[in-house]
């Protein structure tokens, strides 16, 4: 991880001292953590567009759904699966 650790909010923090080894790359990690912020986005967008007035969080979910899938296709290539 190149001289910084991930603090337990997510966040990149320099290390008090040394570098830490991490089992997964700054890259695949990055993927993981995009993905997952818009996987939990999916997931408020569905919960808002049941309100009234909820269209433009369906077209939101288009685009999220989108985004997810093409982070989810690139998470596959870092790991090296298909």
Same mark, same amino acid.
């Given at each position: 991880?190149?001289? @910084?650790?991930?603090?337990?909010?997510?966040?990149? #923090? &320099?290390?008090?001292?040394?570098?830490?080894?991490?089992?997964?790359? #700054?890259?695949?990690?990055?993927?993981?953590? !995009?993905?997952? /912020?818009? $996987?939990? !986005?999916?997931?408020?967008? +569905?919960?808002?567009?049941?309100?009234?007035?909820?269209?433009?969080?369906? #077209? $939101?979910?288009?685009?999220? &759904? @989108?985004?997810? +899938? &093409?982070?989810? @296709?690139? $998470?596959?290539?870092? $790991?090296?699966? /298909?």
């Amino acid at each position: 991880m190149q001289g @910084q650790k991930r603090g337990s909010s997510g966040v990149m #923090d &320099r290390p008090a001292g040394g570098s830490t080894q991490s089992p997964v790359d #700054d890259k695949t990690y990055n993927i993981m953590q !995009a993905l997952v /912020s818009k $996987l939990e !986005a999916i997931e408020a967008y +569905e919960m808002y567009a049941e309100d009234e007035g909820g269209e433009i969080f369906n #077209d $939101l979910l288009v685009e999220e &759904r @989108q985004h997810a +899938e &093409r982070l989810l @296709q690139e $998470l596959r290539t870092s $790991l090296g699966g /298909s």
